[in-house]
């Protein structure tokens, strides 16, 4: 008997809830970046449990596609918040108000 | 070649100059002025042989055309662009190229230092051909684009320095004023075109006694006079013309004399046999004529401005003119407009040369003793007065006295009611007429010399502008005479070329009733003259050469007796004038004031033209099309705006918030109600 689903999806939401809870909650860039990772890897989680239950490699596949995007991705939100820091001098997202309305 | 062929190049000639001075007037420099006057004169020595070739047909071959190109076709209603020669056009083209050169000539010398001086030319010349276009027309339509091409060439020239404001007012006064008649002419137009089915003088002049009922003939003439009334300054659309001394005075001249004010006077001549089917607007013509006639010699006799009171001046002799056209003597109008072209054009210029030599004063209180300073103008100025207040006796005479005598006599030989009103009327207008003419002589050049007290002759004394004195403004409240004193200023005698072209016309002021009153009033020889050109009367004429002695006697009385008060209240007691003024002030406020027209009609249409159009511009453009198209739109982006940009608060959790509030509502939306 393998690990009912149910199981896997609640790890998932609570990966998901708490990296929300960190975009959500947090001023420093960097760690509002890693919380966006938890969310995406609690996502690619759901995704790897649903192809077991499905006996099908799709999950499987698009969750590996998905983990080679967010690399890419760190790249270039890293970057984005390296020159951010070069021009104000703070990785503080609040600092970052050039847009405000 | 026949008279017809080269009938082109009278308005051809003025026009390329119109052109040629427009474009590139301004590097002709002073040649401009000689070129726009020679084309004028070559356009002049066309008319005159294309007259001669006309003397010499017989009577009935005299009505030439010549059609030029098809102008417009709609159906089968067909203008073209043709010009009609016949005895009356050729006349108009004579008196409009002929007055018109000598003009072109004088402006020379007198516009000398303009800045502008192409552009004065090529607006002159544009003028002239606009009138001609205006008498050579063969149908409606050609005559009504001449009439509203003088129009606007008459706003150009009016409103020429119009740095100043109120040139440019009365510029616009006189357009606005003309184009109320106008209106009024061109429904009149569209009427004709419906009845007849063509503006074409010669269809229209065979069919209008057989193809109109009274009625419509009435509307149509009342509508076509009513473009007159405008163009020819009568009452009630007169306010235009004093106001129009606000343009340089060869202006004044070409727009009182040649062209322009004229227009009227021809085209209810020209449609003579049109008017003629309507007993009820020949009525009005005449009292319409008679009441100018006496109404502006009123006001001539108080005004101050030398301009204004030949201005005046004009618009009581066109008087004359409507009420001989309005008792079917068109003849004697055509001749009165002939003779009065001559003098009315002397007496601008020789105006001209007077403002010339006083350096710009107009203002005839200020002149006084200027007969031995400038003799020549003081002489040609004479002939001209001569000539208007019509001093002849029985076969001898200047040219008003001609004219005058031939409206008078026709007035009364007619008979009608109107008519009769009309001789009164008339005779009492030639004794103010008189009056004021004689007054302008003796305050100009006879008495003491007044020059001190004016401003700009203290300028041009003392080439500095003194502080303005405050009496001068309204001094037209004080009518005593300033005090005398030359001020140390000698005037000057205008240059030669412009002492020609006076010397001319005083000649032309002398002669021209001697010489020609056969060929335009006489019983037999202007019959035969007018034949297929006018509706011209032998009955009447006949009538009016054999009119009572007195009659013939009472332009001639009324003319000494003018002169005699003219020569007491400003010679012999020059102080008289004041005290008749100190006993009656409310009879010379109300004259002076032109009897409260331009306050009555600032009353009556000025002010709610103006009060409507604020309500339209503030109500309704402002109010209602602004406040909810273009601003309310504007503002309802910017009340969303506002709104929207509470979004934007710059704090990323709170763009993140709303990114997983979205989700989750899209999410829950797939689960649950998308299936």
Request: aromatic share 12%; glycine share 10%.
């Amino acid at each position: 008997m393998s690990t009912p689903i149910s199981y896997f999806l609640v790890l998932s939401s609570i990966l998901f809830a708490i990296g929300s809870v960190g975009v959500l909650t947090r001023k420093n860039a960097l760690i509002i970046f890693m919380s966006v990772e938890l969310q995406l890897n609690a996502v690619n989680l759901t995704l790897v449990a649903f192809s077991r239950m499905h006996n099908s490699l799709n999950g499987q596949v698009l969750a590996f596609f998905s983990m080679v995007v967010a690399a890419a991705e760190v790249v270039v939100g890293l970057a984005i918040i390296v020159s951010v820091y070069r021009r104000i001098r703070s990785v503080n997202v609040d600092d970052a108000e050039a847009l405000r309305g | 070649m026949s008279a017809s062929g080269s009938l082109w190049l009278i308005p051809a000639l003025p026009l390329v100059g119109a052109g040629v001075n427009l474009f590139i007037g301004k590097r002709l420099g002073r040649s401009a002025g000689i070129f726009a006057a020679v084309l004028v004169a070559a356009s002049f020595a066309v008319s005159v042989a294309v007259a001669g070739s006309l003397v010499g047909l017989s009577a009935q071959d005299r009505v030439q055309t010549q059609e030029l190109f098809e102008w417009i076709r709609v159906g089968a209603f067909s203008v073209g662009a043709t010009l009609r020669l016949d005895p009356l056009s050729a006349t108009m083209i004579l008196v409009v190229t002929g007055i018109g050169t000598l003009i072109h000539i004088y402006s020379i010398g007198y516009m000398r230092d303009d800045p502008r001086y192409g552009r004065f030319f090529a607006y002159m010349n544009l003028f002239v051909f606009f009138m001609l276009m205006l008498v050579l027309g063969q149908n409606l339509l050609v005559l009504y684009l001449g009439w509203e091409g003088v129009g606007l060439c008459s706003y150009l020239l009016i409103g020429f320095w119009f740095e100043k404001t109120e040139n440019a007012n009365a510029a616009k006064k006189a357009f606005v004023t003309t184009r109320i008649g106008d209106t009024a002419m061109l429904i009149g137009l569209a009427l004709i075109a419906v009845k007849f089915g063509t503006l074409d003088y010669t269809v229209i002049f065979g069919a209008a006694g057989s193809t109109l009922t009274k009625s419509a003939a009435t509307a149509i003439a009342l509508l076509l006079f009513a473009g007159a009334v405008g163009k020819s300054a009568q009452v009630p659309l007169h306010v235009w013309l004093p106001d129009a001394m606000a343009g340089p005075t060869p202006v004044s001249a070409l727009i009182h004399a040649a062209t322009m004010v004229t227009a009227g006077v021809f085209m209810v001549c020209r449609l003579s046999p049109m008017f003629e089917t309507s007993a009820t607007a020949m009525h009005v013509v005449t009292y319409v004529g008679a009441a100018t006639c006496i109404f502006a010699a009123t006001v001539g006799c108080a005004q101050n401005d030398i301009k204004r009171v030949i201005a005046y001046s004009t618009c009581s002799q066109l008087g004359y003119m409507f009420f001989a056209a309005g008792v079917g003597a068109y003849g004697a109008a055509m001749f009165h407009l002939f003779t009065h072209a001559f003098f009315k054009a002397l007496l601008f210029l020789g105006a001209g040369s007077v403002i010339h030599a006083m350096h710009h004063e107009q203002d005839m209180r200020y002149y006084g003793a200027l007969r031995k300073e400038i003799p020549i103008t003081f002489w040609v100025m004479v002939a001209g007065t001569l000539a208007i207040t019509g001093v002849g006796v029985e076969g001898v005479g200047f040219a008003g006295f001609w004219s005058k005598d031939a409206i008078l006599e026709s007035a009364w030989a007619s008979g009608s009611v109107p008519g009769v009103i009309a001789f009164w009327l008339g005779a009492l207008a030639a004794l103010l007429t008189s009056f004021y003419s004689w007054r302008l002589i003796f305050l100009t050049f006879f008495g003491e010399p007044r020059w001190a007290a004016s401003e700009h002759i203290q300028h041009a004394v003392h080439h500095v502008h003194e502080s303005p004195d405050e009496e001068h403004g309204d001094s037209a409240h004080e009518p005593g005479l300033p005090p005398s004193g030359s001020g140390g200023y000698h005037p000057h005698e205008s240059p030669l070329n412009m002492l020609v072209p006076i010397g001319l016309l005083a000649v032309g002021a002398v002669l021209a009733g001697q010489l020609f009153h056969n060929v335009f009033v006489d019983a037999e020889r202007a019959a035969e003259f007018w034949r297929q050109s006018i509706a011209f009367s032998q009955h009447l004429a006949h009538a009016a050469h054999e009119s009572a002695l007195w009659v013939k006697l009472t332009p001639t009385i009324v003319m000494l007796i003018g002169l005699y008060i003219a020569w007491r209240n400003y010679i012999q007691k020059p102080e008289a004038a004041a005290n008749f003024v100190a006993q009656f002030p409310a009879v010379y406020r109300f004259v002076s004031n032109k009897w409260y027209f331009d306050e009555l009609y600032d009353f009556l249409f000025v002010r709610p033209s103006l009060w409507l159009g604020r309500l339209f511009w503030k109500g309704g453009d402002e109010g209602t099309i602004d406040r909810f198209g273009p601003h309310g739109a504007a503002y309802a982006v910017g009340i969303g705006n506002r709104i929207t940009a509470r979004f934007q608060s710059g704090y990323l959790y709170s763009y993140a918030l709303v990114m997983l509030l979205g989700l989750i509502g899209a999410a829950s939306w797939a689960i649950w109600w998308a299936r």
